[in-house]
């Protein structure tokens, strides 16, 4: 309740930017912890395949159709699609072959994205035009109507994460993340399972493309795709705790404060505190945010956190 009142508090409108970004990168924090905190599938392609959802929402903006819920499908079906033709092969790869793999496909669409200028205009970025409509409406100009759409969308694909969650999709999910082989012995089709969730989790990803898209100046560009990118997203995760969706978002959120509120006033020292922030935390809570005030008895999954730092330090 206390986020959608958030506009109507008096808050600045930058404020509610900021409110507006971390809702995106929350989300794409989801999407990354379903796959590596429930499928154990650690990914550094997650950055890339929202970037291309933003792409695509930018190119149908301005070619086809200014309405947001078209755009938003658009933003879905791209990420899923791009999901579906790099995972096919990457997700019969295993640890750290899968964390490098998954890096060379966040990698090689960055440089696509570069490079093919034709289409993205390369590093100069692209605008998705004007403000977005809604089924006919007015163009969505103030930045609050923008975040209580955003707020939707948020609300609607991250309710959709805890589903699965919590489903019987979800248990078997973490039965091959904890012992994979027994799983496909009890007939499971191991691999089927992970590729569904990956497909799954880059729909997911090009949401959170749109999010980022949907507010003013509704500008994408490749150093949003990049590995710095994608590395902040796997530290939000780790730092979160692996498999909890809600300390994955408070992650997210102290990454988008740092970078875009505090990083401002440290006169370009902002990447320097943040690192030393998420070092200290990895050493001060070892099972992440989530573990703030659980039970000692739980046993912390030190391999997924030491892939994940083998990732970052890569």
């Known amino acids: 309740m206390g986020l959608a009142l958030a506009p109507l508090t008096g808050a600045s409108v930058y404020t509610v930017v900021v409110?507006?970004?971390?809702?995106?990168?929350?989300?794409l924090a989801m999407s990354m912890a379903l796959v590596a905190g429930h499928a154990g599938l650690l990914s550094l392609a997650h950055a890339s395949y929202a970037g291309v959802a933003g792409y695509a929402v930018a190119i149908f903006a301005r070619e086809v159709a200014r309405d947001g819920l078209l755009q938003?499908?658009?933003a879905v079906g791209a990420g899923a699609a791009v999901a579906a033709i790099s995972g096919w092969i990457a997700v019969r790869a295993t640890k750290t072959f899968f964390l490098m793999l998954s890096l060379a496909i966040g990698e090689l669409l960055h440089v696509l994205a570069i490079q093919w200028r034709d289409v993205t205009r390369g590093s100069d970025g692209m605008s998705a035009g004007g403000p977005f409509t809604i089924m006919g409406s007015d163009p969505v100009v103030l930045s609050g109507y923008v975040y209580w759409v955003a707020l939707g969308v948020f609300v609607i694909f991250g309710g959709a994460v805890l589903v699965i969650v919590r489903s019987?999709?979800?248990?078997?999910?973490?039965?091959?993340?904890?012992?994979?082989?027994?799983?496909?012995?009890?007939?499971?089709p191991t691999a089927n399972y992970k590729y569904a969730v990956w497909v799954i989790s880059g729909a997911i990803a090009g949401a959170a493309g749109w999010i980022a898209l949907a507010q003013a100046p509704r500008f994408i560009a490749p150093g949003?795709?990049?590995?710095?990118?994608?590395?902040?997203?796997?530290?939000?995760?780790?730092?979160?705790?692996?498999?909890?969706?809600w300390g994955a978002c408070l992650a997210a959120a102290a990454v988008v404060y740092?970078?875009?509120?505090?990083?401002?006033?440290?006169?370009?020292?902002?990447?320097?505190?943040?690192?030393?922030?998420?070092?200290?935390?990895?050493?001060?809570?070892?099972?992440?945010?989530?573990?703030?005030?659980?039970?000692?008895?739980?046993r912390p999954r030190r391999a997924s956190r030491a892939d994940a730092a083998t990732a970052v330090s890569a």
């Open 72 to 74: 938003l499908a658009v």
């Open 258 to 298: 740092m970078t875009d509120v505090v990083g401002q006033d440290l006169e370009g020292h902002g990447p320097l505190v943040m690192g030393v922030v998420f070092v200290v935390a990895v050493y001060v809570l070892p099972r992440g945010l989530a573990g703030i005030g659980a039970s000692g008895s739980g």
């Open 224 to 245: 949003q795709m990049s590995f710095h990118f994608a590395g902040l997203l796997l530290l939000a995760v780790v730092i979160g705790g692996m498999e909890s969706m």
């Open 19 to 27: 409110l507006t970004n971390i809702l995106a990168f929350a989300l």
């Open 168 to 188: 019987p999709f979800g248990s078997a999910l973490r039965g091959i993340r904890d012992n994979e082989p027994r799983m496909r012995s009890l007939g499971y």
